[in-house]
């Protein structure tokens, strides 16, 4: 079986991914796509080191995920809804135009 | 467990599919096109799980990123007619930008390439039966489960709320129209574009 630390590897790569494409896209849509996929890299790992612990019995790790799965899941309502929401007001999704506090 | 050869074969593949379709998702122009392989990275993502013995929460991601997740964005996207973008020129906050997340992957990835307790295979093999997910959240995480739903609930009703239009009498026509102000910003919409004009013009 593959080891654990390709895995780990694997999810590094998928954070910084989605750290890049937060850091450097202007869309408001596509940062909240390199948070989803910076939170995907956490379950994983979550998954893998339960997959290889020596207790795995306890499924402490797939607890996690599955609690993690269900708070991403508000968090990408609430932010594409905000999202909509600065759209009616500003007419944009560009972050570099949406710049002052009062409406 | 040096049972069958095939297995890290098959983990390359699919981590393969995966992060060319993350890469996809970040980096395309056309918005729609990137929600589309972000749902493909999901699906990737999903099999790993079950590869690595969680059918559950492989099943689970499937049902909330690939059927909920993924199409919100798309949806998002259609909603806010922003389909084409216009890709920044490569400027200096971009190059910043780039340079964290190497400088991040680098110290992320060189630490699991020194530590020997990493290099090691699975000592047991889990039943993690759906059977005994839900004892366990019957049970012993019983607490975390009901906060869980209260959450969900204050993040439905917020989304709802975040999302309705300001003006009563437009409440109708909320879900149905792209957003219209009356008066309050009398500039013009911004140009519609349908998917294959974006298509020519790239």
């Known amino acids: 079986m593959t080891p654990l630390h390709h895995y780990l590897v694997f999810a590094a790569l998928l954070f910084s991914i989605g750290l890049a494409g937060a850091l450097t896209r202007r869309n408001a849509i596509l940062v909240l796509i390199g948070i989803e996929l910076m939170l995907n890299a956490a379950n994983l790992n979550f998954i893998a080191f339960w997959r290889y612990s020596a207790n795995a019995n306890e499924l402490t790790g797939i607890m996690f995920v599955i609690f993690s799965i269900g708070i991403a899941a508000a968090e990408a309502a609430v932010g594409l809804a905000i999202v909509i929401a600065i759209y009616r007001h500003y007419r944009t999704t560009q972050l570099q135009n949406v710049d002052n506090l009062k409406g | ?202």
Not at chain 2, 33 to 41: D, K, Q, S
Not at chain 2, 47 to 61: H, K, M, P, R, S
Not at chain 2, 101 to 124: G, K
């Open chain 2, 1 to 202: 467990m040096p049972t069958n050869a095939p297995m890290p074969i098959a983990f390359f593949v699919l981590a393969g599919v995966t992060l060319v379709s993350a890469i996809c998702a970040m980096s395309l122009r056309n918005l729609v096109h990137c929600g589309l392989c972000l749902a493909l990275t999901f699906a990737g993502l999903a099999t790993i799980y079950l590869q690595l013995g969680a059918e559950f929460v492989g099943l689970a991601q499937i049902l909330v990123y690939v059927g909920a997740v993924a199409i919100l964005i798309v949806f998002t996207i259609l909603l806010t007619r922003n389909a084409e973008v216009h890709i920044s020129p490569v400027s200096r906050s971009w190059m910043v930008g780039l340079a964290v997340a190497i400088i991040v992957c680098a110290s992320l990835v060189l630490p699991i390439f020194q530590s020997p307790s990493l290099h090691r295979t699975p000592i047991m093999t889990p039943d993690a039966t759906v059977r005994l997910i839900g004892e366990k959240l019957m049970t012993q995480y019983v607490i975390p489960l009901e906060a869980i739903a209260l959450v969900l609930t204050a993040a439905l009703l917020g989304a709802v709320v975040i999302a309705m239009r300001d003006e009563p009498e437009e409440k109708t026509k909320q879900m149905m129209e792209p957003p219209r102000r009356g008066g309050a910003k009398p500039e013009l919409d911004p140009p519609r574009l349908s998917i294959p004009a974006v298509e020519t013009r790239q």
